[in-house]
């Protein structure tokens, strides 16, 4: 079983409740399956000592709080710490430890941050919280302790629910004993002369130790000879105990700054008191519930989700300084309801929080975060970035790439820009799919939302379609390989002649972001060498490839019965977005010609775009309404071309086309324009004719509609180039090929 290296991040080991849980739970982790490491930012405290007489390495890096230069230098250590360790997981206890933290494992990819929840107070000063809301691009996952304490951590980052879960502290059998500590100098007989009114809590204000002592002089009205107990340190201690003695019951009032064992404490006592004005999920309840005191708590935080008002404990609402002494003043009157009260508490913490149950779940949760790190160590994380959520050219190479690979050797994600039908299909496959919203067309805060995205991604490559503002921020994200795709640069309309030099200029300042570059043609592939200065040995040709499962049953009758069309007549099919690159005029102007040859001929154009009234308007002109059919997107245009006799795409410019490798998919023969002569082997495959050539067009089609032996053999021999060439786990392995080659060669340069 493999042992993972975790790091438990907090300023210092002093003693306090968030000390106390974390030293426990080191104690009962699974040592088999875990390693853990203590790191104190600060200092290490009073308490480390006994985690490393326990065998625990325990590190302080000497922090001093609101020193720059020693702020840069931790960070420093910290990362080296992460890496030296073999730390694949960092859990970060308060805010300042969970952003020093997130920072550093800039340094250390393999990381995994959580951070904790484990209070319901906001940060103070608006750097504090810009840092946290800042980390949360780092922080993998954060554990709370309570729904109170999760909800506030949505409210004060953004964090995403799903991103946040709910651990309830349990209690330990035992507790750590605060070892060389004397006891507490109180009066002889102190717990048997009277009845004690306990708080126990750090000395500030939100603690609200001010609010028990102002209920102190009303109980002590109430009921003359109690006595009140308050068990903690902090900076309100000197101004409390002038406070008691202005109120006249500075001799009813004890003050001890720490004790060896809290529990001994609260089982001497006839009522707890937590008086505070914010709170998680306090850890002193469960231990005094636990030990028989009746409970009384401010209605703050988490506190609610422990005690049931009135049957396990009592609630105030915070700040209520008679309504806290009358319900302790009663408690102490009636000895029957709070034995009652103990009874019911003492039951509910034995069966409901249990330690050993809040170690096995955050077990569990460190498991399934580790998971990735483990058994992905051997797979790659890739991104696709695609800008568009609607199925076209580019996003069906996306497609058919993210459902090729391997998933035993790649992890993939897509990250797209929009909705559409891509994200819907990409989810049926069972990939995993993020839409990243692009408000507007130029959306920079999608460079910072891209950047947060990638780096919680720990993606060890980013592959662009041909997203150039997704290579940009997986550069300054520090993804080791940034990969694009080019699409469409090439043939024909003279294949660029000399870029513009603004074009040349841009493509080269493109390149810094890019580490190597996809061709989908060969055309591309030397434009981008020849035209725009790529280095050769950074680009590389890698033709689209295509799903070769099995294809839908021909339906041509199914085609015509709904568009109204003889199942008898000749059908064909052009299937392309509606815009002057696709040559469609061409096509439309050689109907008139295959119309007076094969009156029963049909042509399908399925697709929409900015030309399509005027092509509408010009097959009216040519009197051939009802014999060119306009469908609209289609989502089923494989069945269309299935359904055809002939495909015909007469585009003037073109790069890889997934609709000629639809129709090789189906066995139809395929007419195309010289510009595609890379898919279709012409008299082999299909015909080939020169661009913008209705004569040439429409010779072609009426010598395919002839002879229908001809055409069944270029279909046939279509699928079997398919099978050969362009399959999409060819296009694949390549491309996992060139993921590889880049990483190899940016680790070569990383070891010298």
Known sequence: MRRF??????????????????????????????????????????????????????????????????TVRVLVRLARLLREENIYLAQTFFHRAEILTAFASLFARRTLVVGSQYDVIVPEGRLSRFFLKAARMRVKHVLANCRACKEHRQRLTGQAAGTISVIYNGLTESEYIREGMEEPPLPQGFFEQGRVVAFVGRMYRLKGPDVFLRAAKSISNKRPGTRFLMVGTGPLETELVSTAHDLGIANAVFFVREVPSVREILSKSSVLVSSSRSEGFPGTLLEAMEAGVPVVASRVGGVEELIENGKDGFLFESEDIEGLAEIVSRLLSDDGLAGEVSRRARDKVRRSFRFEDTVSQIESLYARLLAGSAADASRLRVALAVGRGRMAGTERHVFELARAFDRNEVDVTVLVFSEGNLVERLKAEGLRVEVLEKRTRFDFSLLMRLMGRVRRGRFDVLHAQPERLACLAAKLAGVPAVIMTYHVLGPQASDLIEPALTSRTFEKLRALTVDFTIAVSKTDEKVLVEKFGRDPRKVKFIPNGISLSPVPARDKDGVCRELGLNPAANLLCAAARLSPQKGLEFLIRAMSVVSAAFPEAALLIAGEGELEAALKKLASQLDLTGRVIFTGYRDDVLRLIGASDAFILPSLREGMPYVLLEAMLVSRPIIATSVSSEVV????????????????????????????????????????RLEACFSSEKMARDTLGVYNEVLSRKRHIFRK
Do not use: H
């Open 5 to 70: 290296g975790l790091l438990f991040v907090i300023e210092t080991l002093n003693l306090g409740g968030s000390e106390f849980f974390l030293l426990n739970l080191i104690e009962r982790l699974d040592q088999s399956r875990f390693r853990p490491v203590v790191c104190c930012l600060v200092e290490k405290g009073k308490m480390a000592a006994q985690l490393e007489s326990r065998g625990y390495k325990v590190v302080s890096l000497g922090w001093r709080l609101g020193s720059f230069t020693s």
């Open 681 to 720: 082997l012409d008299g082999r495959t299909g015909l080939i004719v020169p661009p913008s050539d209705s004569k040439a067009l429409a010779e072609a089609v009426i010598k395919l509609l002839r002879d229908p032996a001809l055409a069944s053999r270029l279909g046939t021999s279509g699928r079997d």
